[in-house]
């Protein structure tokens, strides 16, 4: 794949959109998310693994809390990747990521990811090019594995401007509410950005294989961050054609029928199958 030009990727949404209609396509999205991740938890036969990577401030957290509001929380996990603990350091770049991926019928997203074994490190000089590139052919591979076994992943670049990031450094430092997210390092982070999205490119590049490639989400508008992020969601998991699995049971078996006859559900007083 040829090296992607972040600076000539607009991170605004089109301007043919309806702001309003896209909105209400999302509230539908999200809802049928939940019914696509309770279908896929019964069948029992694929996981997703979605991966939110970005510049600080891109909406990560947020995107997190919008999209997946509506999924039964049983179904779905959230990893944010920090900095790596002694006893993650002791072990190979993998082997923190690898105990959180997605089992069978779950959701798993990753705010950060294995991908900052080559964005941050590399900006901050603790991994050489070399480094970089065996790095990069291990995540393929690990992901390539995970495929295998019937885990889709969607990797979503969340695309801000500077601009944007600036706007929300600031409500950051004003908002109270919002306070705790600042901190200094987000500044000295915000003067390295053409490091980063140098870094970015080439995980595009060497990392974006057609089983597996990157989603880059103009996310300056958070209605349409949003919206990308559970349409792609939704389509990935309508594209499996899950079944529910039969009954286990046969329901015309006599003894069955005993106990089933026992109910009348067409009586208004009698027990409710599900609870609004």
Not at 55 to 72: E, H, I, L, T
Not at 101 to 121: A, C, N, W
Not at 230 to 241: D, G, P, R, Y
Request: hydrophobic share 35%; with cysteine.
């Amino acid at each position: 794949m040829s090296k992607i030009n972040l600076l000539g990727i607009s991170s605004l949404p089109p301007q043919d959109l309806d702001k309003e209609v896209i909105k209400d396509e999302t509230r539908a999205l999200i809802k049928k998310l939940d019914e696509l991740q309770n279908l896929m938890f019964a069948e029992g036969k694929h996981s997703l693994l979605v991966v939110l990577q970005g510049m600080d401030a891109s909406g990560k957290s947020g995107a997190v809390r919008k999209v997946f509001r509506y999924v039964n929380p049983m179904g779905v996990r959230v990893h944010s990747f920090k900095k790596p603990t002694k006893l993650e350091m002791a072990h190979d770049m993998l082997w923190r990521v690898h105990e959180v991926v997605p089992s069978k019928g779950m959701i798993q997203v990753f705010d950060r990811s294995h991908y900052e074994e080559v964005l941050i490190t590399r900006v901050e000089g603790w991994c050489d090019d070399e480094t970089a590139m065996k790095r990069f052919a291990h995540i393929n591979n690990f992901e390539r594995l995970l495929q295998d076994y019937n885990t889709h992943i969607l990797k979503f670049y969340l695309h801000i401007s500077e601009e944007k990031q600036q706007a929300s450094f600031y409500e950051r430092m004003t908002d109270p509410r919002k306070n705790w997210k600042y901190g200094p390092e987000d500044i000295d982070k915000a003067k390295k950005w053409p490091a980063y999205r140098s870094a970015y490119e080439d995980v595009f590049k060497y990392c974006s294989p057609e089983s597996c490639p990157w989603i880059i989400v103009p996310s300056d508008k958070n209605w349409y961050k949003e919206y990308v992020v559970a349409k792609t969601i939704v389509q990935t998991l309508e594209s499996l054609n899950m079944q529910y699995p039969k009954a286990s049971i046969d329901v015309n078996d006599p003894d069955v029928r005993k106990i089933l006859d026992q109910f009348d559900y067409n009586d208004e007083s009698g027990l409710a199958a599900t609870e609004e």
